[in-house]
């Protein structure tokens, strides 16, 4: 961007992210996800400090005070902890750390951390006097808060009076559990009432309620992280001189602390607290988007002080985002294997679930006309596990006033012909009208040599565009006549390079039968389909021969993927192809009579990476047991077997009471 744009943009973002921190803080009603606003806000802080070289309004606290409850100024300042996002800041963090207290003539050996769960609720500051409950407030802009101690009095785990008569004054974190918000939201659905966007959303709702019934029929809960001040008022308590036992005295006197705070005696020991409660974050009952860790020592937290916003001795390590905001840059129309045309946004990259990506599907035509999106915009992207990103919503505010509506083409280049396209009868999606366009033939095989297909290992798309520019090859059968000779002189290859392609063709020609269905690139024939069909008919001439209504009868193919079969073998195109081809191949054909019914009428579900087998492995075992795979979790699936990381399949089988399994388990049910 040039300086002139530079400015507008920052005039843009200051004022994004102030109307959408109005909408978080003072109206309990955001419009984006946290990390979006994140999102937005560090680029605000970026621009701010390369263009004015100070970060100036990124730095505001909390929100206004709202007029309808007594202003209460604090008797502590309220701080807001800066983010840091990776390994990488943390251990900068760590060693900036290290040399401000080495530059005051202090020993890092006695720097320690407290780590604790950034709970995603409401930061509440609670007053007590000779151990009666006085007073408690909102957090408001970090000097002047609401004061809401007739609805904090309701929180049944706040107790109203301590243990001991002391003076002190703690910080907690308001919050509802994923149960309450469900009942409450029921509840809200059948008066005709508008519904809560999240659980944070309904705790900050239902503490700045002025009346305190309403606040006491929604069972908040409160978790105490921090002491602000303390009077010991003649009593045995003696002032912690850490922050660990900070949370041990205020646990003492009777108010709720976390059991998962841990003291660690490094960086390196925050770090695997952050990867535990990273993977256990939905075992619990409040939602966290992060860790916080403090420096444990009071005397170096003096020492470090604060910034204009932010503590120096505390940070906030936040979760991988799984949305994020970029800019669209371009979208272009990609053209599948079946001839299916796929709008692509290309993005400006961005880090999202810990990985970069630069591109974004759009769906069809009717998604780009819903979001509206175009080139230009600053758009929300969610990324999960691994789910291709998808665009979310635009944010209409950052819009270029030079922003054209995108609008489908008649025709596609990489269609062939006259690149014509088609919109398929009944669907929101487009196709080519000519079904064999060079760019068609070029994913077709793309597709033949793919891991799910014939596994022609280390010849990828790359590799096949060569062979078809120079001519080498035109069809699946003239893969399986390349010698080293015809590959030596292509660009880039050497001797080596050629005698691993030839190797890794000629092991490709033992193929299971399935996997020469799945390579041919037939409509609606997939992996689990193409298993099916071979294990039903148990050759290639039989599947060629069969009817329709004697495919549709196999459980679990139906009509529509029979047809499609038949239709395909009835080509008398496909009909070479396939006579072509079959010469230079070793057919696998299924076992048929041998398998056990050990998990016969079981269906598994697949989720994580395990450890001692591939997935594909399981997946035979399975099969050869007489079980079935399935890609989806639904009430029929018996087992989800887990791996490391598993993705939404493990909260699916959870929500429908679908047993899990570990990996051992698993192996000990099909070793028996």
Same mark, same amino acid.
């Given at each position: !961007? ?34 979006? =606003?994140?999102?937005?806000? %560090? ?29 209460? %100024? ?13 390994? #990488? ?39 007590? +006097? ?69 659980? $944070? ?16 029929? $929604? ?51 925050? +770090? ?12 619990? *009952?409040?939602?966290?988007? /992060?860790?916080? !860790? ?10 470090? /002080? ?8 505390? !940070? ?5 985002? #799984? ?8 979208? *272009? ?24 990506? @630069? ?51 008649? %025709? ?47 010849? /990828? ?59 041919? @690139? ?8 193409? $298993? ?6 148990? @050759? ?6 069969? /009817? ?26 496909? +009909? ?34 395990? *450890? ?23 009430? %029929?699936?018996? =087992? ?33």
């Amino acid at each position: !961007m040039d300086s002139k744009t530079k400015e507008k943009r920052l005039q843009q973002l200051r004022d994004t992210v102030s109307y959408h921190r109005k909408r978080y803080h003072d109206e309990d009603a955001p419009e984006i996800s946290d990390t979006a =606003y994140d999102a937005l806000l %560090k680029e605000l802080q970026a621009l701010e400090l390369e263009i004015e070289g100070k970060i100036s309004t990124a730095n505001t606290v909390g929100g206004e005070v709202n007029e309808a409850f007594s202003k209460v %100024k604090h008797v502590v300042r309220q701080w807001s902890f800066d983010n840091i996002f990776d390994k #990488e800041e943390l251990q900068e963090w760590d060693a900036r750390l290290k040399r401000l207290i080495t530059e005051a003539d202090q020993s890092v050996e006695k720097l320690s951390y407290v780590s604790e769960h950034k709970i995603d609720g409401l930061k509440l500051v609670v007053e007590y +006097q000779k151990g009666q409950l006085v007073r408690a407030s909102t957090r408001g802009d970090g000097v002047t808060g609401e004061n809401v101690t007739h609805t904090a009095r309701t929180i049944k785990s706040l107790p109203h009076k301590l243990a001991k008569p002391v003076d002190l004054i703690c910080v907690g974190e308001v919050w509802l559990s994923e149960k309450e918000f469900e009942r409450i939201n029921k509840e809200r659905e059948k008066n005709e009432e508008a519904l809560f966007a999240n659980p $944070r959303n309904a705790a900050a709702g239902s503490l700045r309620q002025l009346d305190p019934a309403i606040s006491a029929g $929604r069972n908040l809960s409160i978790t105490v992280y921090d002491l602000d001040l303390l009077k010991v008022n003649g009593t045995d308590v003696v002032e912690p001189s850490s922050q660990w036992e900070e949370l041990n005295l205020l646990k003492q006197l009777g108010l709720p602390t976390s059991p998962d705070s841990e003291l660690c005696t490094d960086i390196s020991e925050v +770090q695997k607290y952050y990867d535990k409660w990273l993977k256990r974050r939905d075992k619990i *009952q409040y939602g966290i988007d /992060g860790v916080v !860790m403090k420096v444990n020592d009071v005397d170096l937290q003096r020492l470090l /002080g604060y910034t204009a916003k932010s503590p120096r001795f505390g !940070m906030a390590y936040k979760f991988p985002a #799984e949305e994020a905001t970029t800019v669209v840059e371009d979208i *272009q129309l990609q053209v599948g294997r079946t001839g299916v045309i796929t709008p692509v946004a290309h993005l400006r990259p961005v880090l999202i679930d810990g990985s970069t990506v @630069s591109r974004a599907t759009l769906h069809n035509e009717d998604n780009i006309k819903r979001l509206d999106v175009r080139v230009g915009d600053t758009v929300i992207l969610r990324k999960a596990g691994d789910i291709i990103p998808e665009i979310l919503s635009v944010v209409l505010s950052l819009r270029p006033k030079e922003a054209k509506s995108y609008k489908f083409p008649k %025709k596609v280049a990489e269609c062939g012909g006259d690149g014509s396209i088609e919109r398929i009868p009944g669907e929101a999606a487009y196709r080519c009208v000519s079904k064999d366009s060079g760019a068609l033939h070029r994913h077709r095989l793309y597709y033949f040599v793919s891991k799910g297909a014939l596994n022609v290992d280390g010849v /990828g798309p790359k590799l096949i565009d060569l062979f078809l520019d120079y001519g080498l090859i035109s069809s699946y059968a003239d893969l399986f006549t390349l010698t080293e000779g015809d590959l030596r002189d292509l660009p880039s290859f050497k001797e080596k390079a050629a005698s691993n392609v030839v190797s890794a063709i000629e092991q490709a020609r033992k193929v299971p039968l399935y996997r020469l269905l799945v390579g041919l @690139s037939i409509e609606n024939v997939g992996e689990e389909t193409a $298993r099916l069909i071979a294990d039903t008919f148990g @050759s290639l001439e039989a599947v060629r021969n069969a /009817g329709v209504e004697e495919i549709a009868s196999i459980h679990g193919v139906g009509t529509t993927v029979a047809r499609s079969l038949v239709d395909w073998f009835a080509d008398k195109n496909h +009909q070479k192809v396939v006579d072509e081809l079959l010469p230079y191949l070793i057919i696998e054909n299924p076992t048929t009579g041998t398998k056990s019914n050990l998990l016969e009428g079981q269906t598994f579900v697949l989720t994580g990476t395990l *450890q001692r087998m591939t997935r594909d492995e399981a997946k035979d075992v399975i099969r050869r047991l007489g079980g079935n795979v399935s890609s989806s979790v639904s009430k %029929k699936t018996s =087992y989800v077997v887990v791996g490391s990381e598993p993705g939404s399949k493990a909260d699916d089988a959870n929500r429908l009471g679908v047993k899990i399994l570990t990996e051992t388990e698993f192996l000990d049910i099909v070793a028996r």
